[in-house]
């Protein structure tokens, strides 16, 4: 089955610009979503890139897709404190599944 | 706009209990999918309808059931409750009931099995 990956922590300071990365293991993912998730919440859709795309912009937010190496990135600039939470990457893939399948997801830490 | 409603927002229930979790979707959404996410893990699909029939199976464990009722509204129904169930259940909607239809999630319900 197919398998997504992220790293589990990140920490920059207010202003910077955040960069998380993820990789997917699935050639036929068509769909893949980045979803934030803040501390007791549910998960909020922040944006989707189809993958004959290679990059996303939508405003502070940009999504790199490398097919060839089945990398998805997220860049959010001028990072603020309100962006501190759990963002997931997850992919939807042209089986006929219905599913995503959820990467453990990367907890960003804002530092003022 | 309308979102996903979860009820009941928590849930605390006993060891061999059984619990019912709604689930409704955003308006004119036709597609209903589950999922559990256990302390500290991502989310996990167990299953999922289209215009009331089910048409996907995760990894849902056989106490678990659920249905899409007509008016879309969804019910996940699980018995003989274990402390392992204790997690954060979501559930998502979509309209067309495609893979790459994209899923709106609700804010959760967190049941904890003491």
């Known amino acids: 089955g197919e398998d997504v990956e992220q790293s589990l922590f990140l920490s920059v300071r207010e202003g910077d610009s955040s960069v998380i990365n993820c990789t997917y293991t699935?050639?036929?993912?068509?769909?893949l979503y980045w979803y934030k998730q803040e501390p007791g919440a549910g998960l909020q859709l922040l944006t989707y890139?189809?993958?004959?795309?290679d990059m996303k912009q939508d405003q502070r937010l940009t999504v790199l897709l490398n097919k060839k190496d089945k990398h998805l990135s997220l860049r959010i600039a001028d990072t603020q404190t309100g962006d501190s939470a759990i963002y997931f990457c997850?992919?939807?893939?042209?089986?006929?599944?219905?599913?995503?399948?959820f990467g453990s997801g990367t907890r960003l830490q804002v530092q003022p | 706009a309308a979102g996903v409603i979860q009820s009941p927002r928590h849930l605390i229930k006993e060891k061999r209990e059984t619990a019912t979790l709604k689930c409704y979707p955003i308006?004119?959404?036709?597609?209903v999918y589950w999922y559990q996410q256990g302390p500290g893990q991502d989310p996990q699909f167990l299953i999922s309808?289209?215009?009331?029939?089910?048409?996907d199976k995760g990894s849902i464990p056989d106490r678990f059931s659920a249905q899409q009722f007509s008016d879309y509204h969804s019910e996940l129904n699980m018995s003989s409750l274990e402390l392992g169930d204790s997690a954060l259940y979501f559930c998502?909607?979509?309209?067309?009931?495609?893979?790459?239809?994209?899923?709106?999630f609700g804010p959760g319900t967190r049941l904890t099995v003491l």
């Open positions: 998502a909607s979509s309209l067309g009931g495609r893979w790459s239809d994209t899923q709106y």
């Open positions: 699935d050639s036929s993912s068509t769909y």
């Open positions: 890139i189809f993958s004959n795309m």
């Open positions: 997850a992919d939807g893939v042209d089986t006929g599944r219905r599913a995503l399948t």
């Open positions: 308006p004119r959404h036709d597609t």
């Open positions: 309808f289209y215009e009331k029939m089910q048409s």
